[in-house]
């Protein structure tokens, strides 16, 4: 007799399945304090507020002259040279009909409203008073080269606020307020596992040893770069043998001190892939399967307190996945508010005539025409297509492609980040 397998429930849309994902994905309510200089990538737990402006008082965005732009008469007036203020220093009231000798970043003396550049000025030999003097030889607008105190940030203002993921870029900006140390989000504690009897380690057996039907475990190794590049402290348990007794202790160990844990492989329906009722037993199972290629199989449940995550074994699958899955819900996890990539639309310089019932993601490359290439082979197993590429094509169900034809294009750039 026939077994007739059960009928599967129908495939998850993407945006459902994210909505309900980071439904799930509560902000860790625990966070720490750290030096400012190692902060990058961390999500700020709470709003920075400055306590000073910046720039404090006005200051020179040029070397050159201080002066009052109703001091100059003439096409090419001249100015008697009565103080030098450099940077860090301060400057005494100018007198009238003078300039003073002015650096980048030194404060505008009271009285002057404009700076002329070093370039635009002739410098006059000193006389009898031992002063030197120059002539302009271009005339300054009121306010040219004068940074205005408050103008980068006021006093009071937030900077930065609460759940911003910090660059370089907002460390410096932190750093020009007076911070040295910063309130974060805890790092999210993740377990991460492959299944599969096929998987060996690279380094363990050589190319020329490998038994037929075995791969080396890509995965593991761009799964734990994802996990870091997105501040998670990551504990690795291997590869865990296609058993259920296996499985189910991977799992219980996992469970324990961890907020998520993430496998590879095994959650397909296939007889060997166990993580699936592995999962039902020790917790539960939310969501199953989902309308995309690649990457169709994946889970999301409980186990214990812990979130689980199933990613499917081909690597182009389990790359793709986590990019559009995992990566918004590990950033909500640390309260993150920005979780959704940047999309560009771009004109296609290829053909996609096979439309797919799935919502499909091309790896695709930018090239000088300012379009997009696509990459030959875009089988879930081919891990040179996301090297190849700089980006994704969402392409809708259903949907053909030709050359012109303007698509969403999600760069790595804003994924990888």
């Known amino acids: 007799m026939t077994l007739l397998r059960p009928p599967q429930p129908p495939l998850r849309p993407l945006d459902e399945a994210l909505a309900e994902l980071l439904g799930h994905a509560q902000a860790l309510a625990d966070h720490e304090e750290v030096s400012t200089f ?16 910046v720039p404090p008082q006005d200051n020179s965005s040029m070397d050159g002259y201080a002066l009052r732009c109703a001091d100059l008469t003439g096409p090419n007036p001249v100015l008697t040279v009565s103080q030098r203020i450099a940077a860090g220093a301060s400057g005494a009231p100018l007198t009238a009909g003078t300039a003073a000798r002015i650096f980048t970043g030194a404060p505008v003396p009271e009285g002057a409203d404009a700076i002329v550049m070093q370039e635009d000025c002739e410098l006059l030999p000193a006389e009898g008073d031992g002063l030197s003097a120059i002539r302009l030889r271009k005339l300054p607008l009121p306010g040219q080269w004068i940074r205005r105190a408050g103008e980068d940030v006021t006093r009071g203002a937030v900077v930065l606020a609460r759940g911003a993921r910090l660059t370089p870029a907002s460390l410096g900006l932190a750093a020009s ?44 190794f761009f799964l734990r770069a994802l996990l870091h590049r997105l501040g998670c402290d990551v504990s690795d348990l291997g590869i865990v043998p296609d058993r259920r007794d296996a499985t189910l202790a991977a799992l219980q160990l996992a469970a324990q001190e961890h907020d998520l844990i993430l496998t590879s492989g095994g959650v397909s329906v296939g007889e060997e892939d166990h993580i699936k009722p592995a999962v039902q037993t020790l917790g539960r199972l939310d969501l199953w399967q989902i309308a995309i290629k690649p990457g169709k ?92 590429g700089d980006g994704l094509v969402d392409n809708p169900p259903g949907q053909t492609i030709a050359p012109g034809d303007l698509v969403r294009f999600v760069p790595f750039s804003e994924l990888l980040a």
Not at 38 to 53: E, I, K, N, T
Not at 193 to 208: C, K, N, R, Y
């Open 38 to 53: 190692d902060a990058d990538g961390r999500v700020l737990a709470q709003d920075l507020v400055s306590a000073l402006q």
């Open 297 to 388: 199989p994946f889970a999301y449940g409980r186990v214990q307190d812990a979130h689980f995550i199933g990613l499917p074994g081909n690597p182009v699958s389990s790359f793709v996945t986590f990019l559009l899955l995992v990566r918004p819900f590990l950033l909500k996890l640390q309260g993150a508010l920005d979780l959704a990539p940047e999309i560009i639309a771009l004109p296609a310089h290829f053909t996609w005539p096979r439309a797919d019932k799935r919502r499909e993601f091309l790896r695709v490359r930018r090239n000088a025409a300012g379009g997009l290439d696509l990459f030959e082979n875009q089988s879930s197993g081919v891990l040179t297509s996301a090297v190849w």
């Open 177 to 220: 307020i007076g911070l040295d140390r910063l309130q974060v989000a805890r790092r999210p504690r993740v377990a991460l596992f492959s299944t599969g009897d096929e998987l060996v380690m690279p380094g363990e057996v050589a190319p020329e040893q490998m038994k037929p039907g075995s791969i080396y475990n890509s995965n593991r």
